[in-house]
């Protein structure tokens, strides 16, 4: 480490740190950065009562970092992507889980059309109700699953049904990652697909209230070929629109190609709040 010993002033000033204060009375109630001897600013600046930490130049993904004794980080925040991450997996602070699920003894599950992409209850709910009220469009154009499900949905009579698979999001989020199980009833299955969308919602509580527009992907994947009741199907969705907006409903779809089986579903959200 360099020492001052010895030195003269002029060989030394440029590595001290002060504060940027044209007088000379020091730390006061002004929040001010710190500078190098050579008026450089750092990325912090302070007052007698706060601490501010602020990138100079460029945001990074260790704008603060806390290590353990051993060199591990424990705590960082990320100003790249607007993350408090912690722990040893660096996972996202305010990190949370959503929920979509029905059971193949529902009875909307129980009679779902093929090539149809379906909105599946939020939170795991009981599916009793009429498939065709949950119908988000169809699956399929020249082959399943080339054809996204409906980016609108003008309600007449069915709100009391479509409702149980909005989850309406209460902050701005970050969609982190989706991944979804399925399990057939039947010993023969087909082909299955699933898809996160976000909306635009009416919430005017007029006659158009609870309409959905701006359909967006969320997050998708490969179709999947399901065998039947011998085993359960698993899937690490591909994130398409991360982003997701404060206002906007969420909804989770599930299509086949065929009906040779009916499903049970359970798809896990994990996000983060931006």
């Avoid at 990325?43 to 970092?65: C, G, M, R, W, Y």
């Avoid at 070929?225 to 969420?250: L, P, R």
């Amino acid at each position: 480490m360099p020492s001052f010993l010895g030195n003269p002033f002029s060989g030394f000033f440029n590595r001290i740190l002060q504060v940027n204060q044209s007088s000379n009375t020091g730390v006061d109630t002004t929040v001010r950065k710190i500078q190098d001897g050579a008026g450089n600013d750092t990325a912090i600046a302070i007052s007698d009562d706060e601490v501010f930490i602020k990138p100079e130049n460029d945001n990074t993904q260790n704008t603060l970092t806390v290590y353990n004794k051993d060199t591990n980080v424990i705590f960082a925040v990320d100003t790249i992507n607007s993350k408090l991450k912690g722990g040893a997996s660096q996972t996202a602070l305010n990190t949370q889980n959503a929920f979509f699920g029905t059971q193949s003894g529902d009875v909307a599950t129980a009679a779902m059309a093929a090539d149809t992409h379906y909105a599946i209850p939020f939170s795991s709910g009981k599916f009793n109700d009429t498939a065709a009220n949950m119908a988000m469009g169809s699956s399929t154009s020249s082959s399943f699953n080339d054809t996204n499900p409906a980016t609108s949905l003008t309600i007449s009579n069915t709100a009391m049904s479509i409702i149980t698979a909005y989850w309406y999001v209460m902050d701005d989020i970050t969609i982190d990652a989706v991944k979804w199980f399925h399990a057939a009833d039947a010993a023969t299955g087909e082909a299955t697909a699933a898809h996160l969308m976000s909306y635009s919602v009416d919430i005017g509580n007029s006659g158009t209230s609870g309409d959905l527009s701006s359909g967006t992907v969320v997050a998708d994947g490969a179709n999947i070929t399901n065998a039947g009741y011998e085993q359960i199907y698993y899937q690490s969705m591909t994130i398409q629109s991360a982003d997701v907006d404060a206002g906007k409903v969420i909804m989770f779809t599930f299509a086949s190609d065929t009906v040779n089986s009916d499903y049970s579903i359970n798809a896990t959200v994990k996000y983060h709040i931006r």
